[in-house]
């Protein structure tokens, strides 16, 4: 309880408003920021939006056929893929490009689009362990919720993210800008919507920058802990909530940690720190401006892209979709969360939702009784 108190105080210390609002904007001594950020990951989306061939890669002929060729072997074998190295996955074309896109994630622009993958070629658990070999070679699979699932499932199951338990990408609804629990997290399109469901991105550094030359003192606020909501996902003997900040700076990165409807969520429990009007007012500004088309990318994902996003470095999202009637043709996609070997330290609090901060070894939902499995259905049946 002490603990807990001595986290709302640190919340709730903020900033001490006065009337002159001009010099609240303006006067950076008082707060204690990091620098403007400069950085490959700092875009404009407006910008991108011009140069699909910086972020757009349309595998080549050779590569699919490498792809295809050691997803049969793993198959004929009968495998259990969620154990699958790079060894046992080989790609020898490919797999030095996935290296350099790796590096493109870690000090790059932070996203990138692999096209081409002829998906209507395949079954499902064919295009799933394509997908889940290929993302070997970037990073080491984490779990994405309590029942260990190392392949995710994105689709609507008919669910409201109205129920604190039910997390948003098993709904048909806008997700809002937001970051997931893993270094980089990976998705396969396997079925389009009838309308909408398009994916954003949009640059956290940007965000900042814009946060910092406006209004700082909504951002230092913002770079406190917030309480942000497990949703029913608790390890034994932490609280149901998460305590890290929007924005860290730590030994030089700037990193970034959101998703803004858990935040809201997390005011259900008695003890979490309390939201003031203020913090309210510097989420705002934030969910604003990671909206304004200016900032952010839009991107309509066609059956076989792999789009693969940044967390540290970027917030990405998903709209509101009208699916098919038809459950054969309604919109999925199958995910993965990415531990990267090389990439930048994090700091201390990440642990409470990471498990660790051990690079190329952290990220995931890790519960009491969970065991990492792939499953091949939406129920999760094997």
Known sequence: MQQVKAETNALQRGVQQTDEVADNKNNYNRYK???????????????????????????????????????????????????????????PTLGSK?????????????????????????????????????????????????MGHMLGHVRDLGMKSSDPNVRIYQTNERQTFHTDSSDAVGLLCLKTAKVGGESLVVSASAIFNEMRAQRPDLLELLMQPIATDRRGEVPEGMLP??????????????????????????QRFENAPRLTPEHVEAL???????????????????????????????????????????????????????????????????????????IGNRGGIFVCGTVPTIPWTITGDN
């Open 241 to 266: 909530y998460l305590l890290i900040p929007v924005f860290s700076y730590h030994k030089g990165y700037l990193t970034v940690f959101y998703q803004r409807q858990y935040i809201d969520s997390a």
């Open 284 to 358: 705002d500004m934030f969910d604003r401006i990671a909206n304004d088309p200016k900032f952010n990318l839009s991107m309509k994902l066609e059956p076989g892209d792999m789009q693969f996003v940044y967390n540290h470095a970027l917030l990405h999202d998903r709209t509101g979709f009208e699916d098919w009637d038809d459950p054969t043709e309604k919109r999925h996609l199958l995910r993965l969360w990415l531990s990267l070997p090389g990439d930048r330290p994090l700091p201390d609090v990440f642990a409470s939702r990471f498990g660790t901060t051990a």
């Open 98 to 146: 996935l290296l350099a896109f790796r590096e493109e994630l870690i000090n790059g622009r932070g996203f990138f689009l692999l096209r081409g993958l002829p998906i209507q070629n395949y079954d499902e658990r064919k295009a799933g362990t394509i997908f889940y070999g290929l993302g070997c070679h970037i990073g080491f699979s984490r779990s994405q919720n309590a």
């Open 33 to 91: 920021l990091p620098l403007e950020q400069h950085l490959a990951s700092t875009w404009y989306g407006s910008t991108l939006k011009c140069r699909e061939n910086d972020w757009i890669v349309k595998l080549t002929s050779m590569e699919i056929a490498e792809l295809e060729e050691a997803a049969e072997s793993l198959l004929n074998l009968q495998q259990n893929i969620a154990s699958v190295t790079i060894e046992q996955f080989p790609l």
